[in-house]
């Protein structure tokens, strides 16, 4: 029995000694970690095609058991039929034989046929990939397919084209062939890869036979307006691109959800809806951006607000007022996301704009504070004295501390982007363009020593200004992109006026003393030259954006946005004489015109569909300011197109034009000063009045009254190194939005 008991209490005993003597300092040593090892081992290309005699590089990536990341480990490569096709030790792949496989130099052609390819490495093994030798491969065919049986066949539109709206879907097929010295070996090269080279234009789905196999087919289907390329490829070679084409936008309408109408009024912080029905160029189609189908279609259309600060609308229509004031929201068909790659560019409109206009909240007597930025061109060209651009903040405002400015101005204007990351300062100069970040801590302003003159205008995305330089030597204009930082230098001479599109497609700038229109487009060559019928001053577009507008002392002329660079058909002229400046009306009725001593409003309706849309003008209508000639100053409009306001040289009041009730009043200066420049809240409820006073003044435009003088002091505006400071007046002013 005692052996009994002995002997287990050794068979417990053992185990334990065992245990311990493995535990570091108890005698024992630490047992090495083994190696890494893969988990899984992924072998590219996942499929191959490849001439007799020809190769092809095979690499494998092992990923780590345990780290699951990818590890270094040696990979032995195998074919399964090396009489078609062996792989050297590094991955490099023969149509025949290599002479050595440490070593490959020279690979001997062998026939043809198909090899399954494998990377190996500690005991694992990826999923082998298929690879086809064939002859080698002369040209590849792609050709449509004729409706399978039985399936009726699609209706196309003009030109071929399939619509996006159609139950079942439109598709068309397409099958590729695979030729060598004339012969059709398709069926020995493998499967194709299809690409459609604008691939939002179609899906292509390649298509398998009854044994799901790739058999060379595949099935476009329409998904955006526009044209596609369209090819197959293999083994290094490339088919003749085929067209496709999804039928582009021929017309869109927009109504207000639930209410139709367009126009939209509420008080802040209310919601909309904006339904845009758009129809296609096929004759069997129906509308294609169709609110009321369901589910409800769509198309890639470009939705934007003319004053985001108050309202804005995103890319399905949803309007929401942000803030007090108004805007008018078009939406329209334009490249590179609709009607993409049209030649010439088919850029889609709808006859009639949104109009929106939010009150303030009934129950909230202060204003919304925005910043306000005033700046002087006081330092002119002294070598001794910097600029500084001053903001003016809180309520009910006060100045804060300068930013001292590369060099002195000669314009400020601020873009009013829906993105915030865009919003910024322009300032002209002829040293310079100076940017300036008012949003940075502290603000930033860094200057463009390349592109000089004066800031003409300013896309609504925030992301395009245009510059033109009359004073140097070459006289030209510049195009700078903010987001890319690229300028382009454009042989425009003379530019005196410019304006961009409503979605930000087309800029229109008055060139040449202002007897010729120039076309700046991001999508297409610059127009040149285009004469005008009477000289213009001054630019503007349409509510919608499918005309722009010209405007000069012997009338107006206008231009569709869409239209043929060939032979640009420019209308007019319309005889309004003395205009000096010309704006939209946010109702999108039309415009309003400056023409001493007159207000002139224009109405113009739009007609007709896709690219060869009308503007109709009706009777203008001219109201006497009863100041008799004058010299403006600078022309503003409310966001709500109910008040426009002129600054009069030497007038120590501004005018204020009632624009439904076709009246006129003014705002007097407090001291009766002259005004310099003026800048208009995005919600129109505060007209900001420099002057010579040396004053800001914060003009109420609901109460008629100088409510706030602001001082500005030279100091404040301009510092020299050495001597007296200059008489700097704060004579350049911008609200940011």
């Not at 480990?73 to 009489?83: D, G, I, L, P, R």
């Not at 289907?221 to 582009?248: E, R």
């Amino acid at each position: 029995m005692s052996r009994v008991r002995y002997a287990l209490r050794t068979a417990a005993i053992l185990p334990l000694l065992a245990f311990f003597a493995g535990l570091p300092g108890c005698g024992g040593s630490t047992p090495k970690p083994g190696p890494t090892l893969p988990v899984t081992i992924t072998l590219a290309p996942s499929n191959g095609s490849v001439d007799i005699g020809g190769t092809l590089v095979f690499t494998a990536i092992a990923i780590g058991r345990a780290s699951k990341t990818p590890i270094a480990v040696t990979f032995k490569f195998a074919s399964s039929n090396t009489s078609v096709l062996t792989i050297a030790n590094n991955g490099l792949a023969c149509g025949g034989s290599w002479d050595n496989l440490a070593t490959p130099q020279v690979c001997t052609p062998g026939g043809a046929g198909v090899a399954e390819v494998t990377a190996s490495a500690e005991g694992v093994t990826s999923s082998p990939v298929t690879v086809f030798v064939h002859q080698h491969i002369d040209q590849i065919f792609v050709t449509a397919l004729p409706p399978t049986p039985g399936t009726p066949p699609p209706t196309p539109g003009p030109g071929g084209c399939l619509s996006t709206n159609q139950t079942p879907a439109q598709t068309v097929s397409y099958q590729a062939t695979a030729v060598s010295a004339g012969v059709d070996i398709s069926s020995t090269v493998g499967p194709f890869t299809w690409t459609a080279v604008s691939p939002t234009v179609t899906t292509l789905t390649p298509l398998k036979d009854v044994n799901g196999v790739l058999n060379g087919q595949v099935q476009a289907t329409p998904k955006a307006p526009g044209l596609a390329q369209v090819f197959a490829s293999i083994a290094n070679t490339n088919s003749l691109p085929t067209t496709f084409i999804t039928c582009p936008v021929q017309s869109i309408t927009l109504a207000v959800h639930g209410i139709g109408g367009t126009s939209i009024t509420g008080n802040k912080g209310a919601t909309a809806t904006i339904d845009a029905t758009v129809t296609d160029t096929n004759p069997v189609s129906k509308p294609i951006a169709d609110p009321t189908a369901n589910p409800p279609t769509t198309v890639p259309l470009t939705w934007v607000s003319s004053n985001p600060a108050s309202v804005t609308v995103s890319t399905t229509g949803a309007v929401s007022s942000t803030g007090a004031g108004g805007a008018t929201i078009t939406a329209s068909c334009i490249p590179p996301t609709c009607n993409i790659n049209s030649v010439p560019l088919q850029a889609i409109y709808p006859q009639t704009a949104v109009s929106a206009s939010f009150n303030p909240p009934t129950n909230t007597t202060t204003p919304t504070a925005f910043n306000v930025y005033t700046t002087s061109t006081g330092c002119g060209a002294a070598q001794n004295c910097t600029t500084l651009i001053v903001p003016i903040t809180g309520t009910p405002g006060t100045a804060g501390t300068g930013t001292s400015l590369p060099s002195t101005p000669n314009s400020l204007t601020f873009s009013n982007p829906p993105a915030s990351s865009n919003l910024k300062g322009y300032l002209g100069a002829q040293k310079g363009l100076i940017q300036f970040n008012p949003t940075a801590n502290p603000p930033t302003a860094a200057s463009s020593a390349t592109i000089t003159g004066k800031v003409l205008a300013l896309s609504p995305d925030g992301t395009s200004v245009i510059i033109s330089d009359t004073q140097a030597a070459f006289n030209q204009v510049f195009i700078l992109n903010v987001t890319s930082g690229a300028q382009t230098a454009l042989p425009v001479s003379g530019a005196i006026a410019a304006a961009f599109s409503p979605d930000n497609l087309k800029a229109f700038i008055v060139a040449n003393n202002g007897s010729n229109l120039f076309v700046f487009s991001t999508q297409a060559p610059l127009q040149k030259s285009i004469p005008l019928p009477v000289p213009a001053t001054d630019v503007a577009f349409t509510a919608d954006g499918a005309f722009g507008f010209m405007a000069g002392a012997s009338g107006l002329s206008f231009l569709a946005t869409c239209d043929n660079p060939a032979a640009p058909a420019v209308g007019g002229p319309i005889a309004v004489p003395g205009v000096v400046a010309i704006r939209t009306l946010p109702d999108a009725s039309g415009f309003i015109m400056l023409a001493p001593p007159n207000i002139v409003t224009l109405p113009v309706t739009v007609q007709g569909s896709g690219c060869a849309m009308t503007a109709t003008t009706g009777t203008t209508n001219t109201f006497g300011l009863g100041q008799g000639a004058f010299t403006p100053l600078d022309f503003l409009v409310s966001s709500d197109a109910k008040k426009a306001f002129i600054l009069v040289k030497n007038l120590g009041s501004v005018l204020v034009f009632d624009i439904p009730g076709q009246s006129v009043s003014s705002i007097a200066l407090a001291g009766n000063p002259a005004p310099l420049a003026a800048s208009l809240t995005p919600d129109g409820i505060s007209l900001y009045v420099s002057a010579t006073d040396g004053n800001v003044h914060k003009l109420d435009t609901q109460s008629g009254n100088d409510v706030l003088q602001i001082p500005m002091l030279s100091s404040d505006l301009c510092t020299v190194t050495s001597g007296p400071i200059p008489p700097c007046l704060p004579d350049l002013i911008a609200v940011r939005p």
